[in-house]
């Protein structure tokens, strides 16, 4: 798969929490 640099920022939130977000969770942190 390719890193693209929306796939970095996914990957960070996803790095960032102990927590398993669901895809809105992510969208807001990224956003």
């Given at each position: 798969?390719?890193?693209?640099?929306?796939?970095?920022?996914?990957?960070?939130e996803?790095?960032s929490?102990?927590?398993?977000?669901?895809?809105?969770?992510?969208?807001?942190?990224?956003?």
């Amino acid at each position: 798969m390719k890193a693209t640099h929306q796939r970095l920022e996914i990957y960070r939130e996803l790095a960032s929490t102990e927590e398993h977000p669901d895809v809105e969770t992510i969208y807001q942190g990224v956003a």
